[in-house]
């Protein structure tokens, strides 16, 4: 039975229902699930594990690569199974629990959970549960649309439960690149050159006696939930792509630019989709998810090939690349999150990255995590990796949101994911600043007339003429710095008529 599929003899005996997956599972452990935004996740076991829970109440440490799909986050929260949840989330139901403190949430760079299992730093995972394509001729997991940590997952668990999913076709196979870095002290350089290169295996090398059970399913991934481009995200596309031709024009990179990489999201991905309309050719990616907008690129031949951990898509996108998968096959490379956002890798090809911002102050500081600096929206996520080590940091935001009642830009932001430190570029619809070897003083001002709404900039200028009076490097009215938020939190918009500035 599915001999094509499992092409190792002796695991054919490891077939079963997920319900009877699920009882290998002991209240504590910790778990490791392939998944990587929405794609490559387990669909059966999570399920099987909301039932089980529900009966009799159980719970885990949940670690995947990024967030799942099928609401399983969501359900395993109601159902309470989640005791702790890492590295990343964008769940609903998932993050209501976390910021009610009923689920310990722990928000990391999507480069290091790795890392930290590998080192001790965190406990070992006990179950791996991966989502297949296919299991080799000697055990090796090849994986779906997704690595993810997987490869990681798979070298340290006790056990090991394959989900194979049958609507995933077989052509994947090859898609992949399994490369799992040496252990500390005397760890080799990771020997990765160029974004197409390979230097790994096509599946996940593990010993097949670790595989306890194998569960047969035959569910999608989710598509993914990104909006198609507006005014506001055309306008952003092209302060950008003006913006890249300026780097070209000054002779600081080639009409191939350099490696792109974008994450997820509408406006990361609309940007990408303006660069079809872009004269860039032969470009290249060097990113943590492939959107629709890469798949756009390849089409139109403007970009000649793509790495990534995981590919998301819209339903159409899906179908579309599934049916001409042999078109891409030479021009993908699926990697682990430990290698597409490792920041060696990323310093050493001088990766443009891409990310966005859910507000950012007039010092250059994001947050891209906190609603109002207190609420986890869904996590760090891969920007972090690309913002600290590339060569130019780009982050995007619509300068205003629900409908106008908070400014993106805002005097001091009320989380900080990336420092002043580490932020290159800013774009809202209004504008772009380039903040490159700009003193902050510099900064604030381009800051709000580039890229401040207009019904915002008066106050925001008010208020660093106020700070200017006080002085300093950074000046501040530190009283006053989150009264924007304060004014939201009271009155549902920055903007009320009695903005303390």
């Not at 076991?45 to 440490?61: D, G, K, M």
């Not at 994450?263 to 990616?285: C, E, K, P, Y």
């Not at 938020?485 to 903007?495: D, F, R, T, V």
Request: charged share 20%; with cysteine.
């Amino acid at each position: 039975m599915y001999a094509d599929r499992i092409r190792h003899p002796a695991l054919q005996q490891k077939l079963m229902p997920a319900a009877d997956a699920a009882s290998l599972f002991r209240d504590g452990m910790t778990v490791g699930m392939s998944g990587f935004t929405r794609a490559g996740d387990a669909k059966a076991l999570p399920l099987a594990l909301v039932e089980r829970a529900r009966r009799e109440p159980f719970s885990l440490t949940l670690l995947t690569g990024a967030s799942l799909g099928n609401d399983s986050d969501g359900l395993m929260a109601n159902a309470g199974l989640l005791a702790r949840r890492m590295p990343f989330q964008a769940d609903a139901a998932l993050r209501h629990k976390i910021n009610n403190g009923e689920v310990m949430f722990i928000d990391q760079h999507l480069s290091e959970t790795a890392e930290q299992l590998r080192s001790g730093a965190l406990r070992p995972v006990d179950i791996a549960v991966i989502e297949a394509v296919a299991i080799t001729e000697d055990g090796g997991i090849v994986p779906t649309m997704a690595v993810g940590n997987s490869a990681s997952f798979v070298q340290q668990a006790k056990q090991i439960i394959v989900e194979l999913n049958l609507s995933a076709p077989l052509a994947l196979e090859g898609l992949h690149d399994i490369y799992v870095p040496q252990p500390r002290p005397g760890r080799a350089p990771i020997p990765l050159t160029e974004p197409g290169q390979r230097i790994g295996s096509t599946a996940i090398p593990v010993d097949p006696a670790r595989i306890a059970a194998i569960v047969v399913t035959a569910s999608p991934d989710s598509p993914s939930n990104v909006l198609p481009p507006d005014e506001e995200t055309d306008a952003i596309a092209r302060h950008v792509i003006a913006f890249l031709e300026g780097e070209v024009a000054a002779g600081r990179m080639t009409e191939k630019l350099l490696p792109l990489q974008a994450g997820i999201g509408t406006i990361a991905n609309a940007v990408l989709h303006g660069l079809t309309q872009s004269s860039f050719r032969d470009l290249t990616m060097y990113s943590e998810v492939l959107q629709d907008s890469a798949i756009e690129l390849l089409d139109s031949g403007q970009l000649a090939l793509a790495s990534a951990s995981s590919i998301t898509l819209s339903a159409a996108k899906h179908e579309h690349f599934l049916r001409n998968l042999e078109r891409y096959r030479e021009r993908i490379v699926l990697r682990p999150q430990e290698i597409s956002n490792h920041p060696e890798i990323v310093r050493r090809l001088g990766i443009i990255g891409l990310n966005t911002a859910l507000e950012f102050d007039i010092y250059g500081n994001v947050n891209s995590t906190h609603v109002g600096g207190t609420h986890m929206m869904n996590g760090i996520g891969g920007s972090g990796d690309f913002a600290r080590n590339g060569e130019l940091a780009i982050f995007v935001s619509k300068s205003v949101a629900k409908d106008g009642a908070i400014s993106s830009v805002v005097p001091m932001v009320a989380h900080v994911d990336h420092t002043e430190h580490d932020v290159d570029v800013l774009v809202t619809e209004w504008g772009l600043a380039d903040l490159r070897g700009l003193a902050p003083r510099e900064r604030a001002l381009l800051i709000i007339e580039r890229c401040a709404h207009p019904t915002y900039r008066p106050a925001l200028l008010a208020y660093y003429e106020e700070a200017l009076r006080r002085g300093g490097q950074t000046p501040h009215v530190l009283e006053k710095a989150l009264s924007w938020h304060e004014q939201y939190w009271l009155y549902g918009s920055m903007n009320y008529k009695n903005l303390s500035i």
